[in-house]
T-cell receptor, first 110, second 112 residues
Framework: GIQVEQSPPDLILQEGANSTLRCNFS?????LQWFHQNPWGQLINLFY???GTKQNGRLSATTVATERYSLLYISSSQTTDSGVYFC????????????FGKGTMLLVSP | DTAVSQTPKYLVTQMGNDKSIKCEQN?????MYWYKQDSKKFLKIMFS???????INETVPNRFSPKSPDKAHLNLHINSLELGDSAVYFC???????????FGQGTRLTVV
């Protein structure tokens, strides 16, 4: 099945800093999503982005499907951005579901 | 009006018991899923249903039995619970296999 690798595994930022999270995937995809798991355990949808670029407030994401990677940008980070960020991808080949990466644990300190 | 809702949110039970987790979605989606998140936060697919039909069963012990009475519901029944079943179980749904998936709030199962 598809392999999804995220980097870095952990990230500590000062409030106000910017960061880039990376997701590499091993196959062609027809679905790629970014999620934020907050400290209460909820999985919040950030982006559905199998290709192209999207922006939502301080967050933006870019997927370069031909090169099999996606980036999540967080600008002017806030303490409420803390949590685990997951990338999940679904391969075009065969029938499959979203496969998750191991996540990036982000801690934003005041 | 929660899109994907699971009950209960927390479940503490003894080894050997049988328990169920319920999931309902009001998004009109055709596809529903169960994922398991282990203690290291890794999320892994367990089952996928499309229009009440089982599509994917990922090497899950047969003590786990999903049931989909209709497109809007996918329940998970677990027999003879073991300590290793302790985890957070997430239900999710999507319009189809390649469209955006939405997750419930999770059920934290603790087996003692």
């Amino acid at each position: 099945g598809i392999q999804v690798e995220q980097s870095p595994p952990d990230l500590i930022l000062q409030e106000g800093a910017n960061s880039t999270l990376r997701c590499n995937f091993s196959d062609s995809v027809n679905n790629l999503q970014w999620f934020h798991q907050n400290p209460w355990g909820q999985l919040i949808n950030l982006f559905y982005i199998p290709s192209g670029t999207k922006q939502n407030g301080r967050l933006s994401a870019t997927t370069v499907a031909t090169e099999r990677y996606s980036l999540l940008y967080i600008s002017s980070s806030q303490t409420t951005d803390s949590g685990v960020y997951f990338c999940a991808a679904r391969t075009r080949t065969g029938y499959s579901t979203l496969t998750f990466g191991k996540g990036t644990m982000l801690l934003v300190s005041p | 009006d929660t899109a994907v809702s699971q009950t209960p949110k927390y479940l503490v039970t003894q080894m050997g018991n049988d328990k169920s987790i319920k999931c309902e979605q009001n998004l009109g989606h055709d596809t529903m899923y169960w994922y398991k998140q282990d203690s290291k936060k890794f999320l892994k697919i367990m089952f996928s249903y499309n229009n009440k039909e089982l599509i994917i069963n990922e090497t899950v012990p047969n003590r786990f039995s999903p049931k989909s009475p209709d497109k809007a519901h996918l329940n998970l029944h677990i027999n003879s619970l073991e300590l290793g079943d302790s985890a957070v179980y997430f239900c999710a749904s999507s319009r189809s296999g390649d469209t955006e998936a939405f997750f419930g709030q999770g059920t934290r199962l603790t087996v003692v």
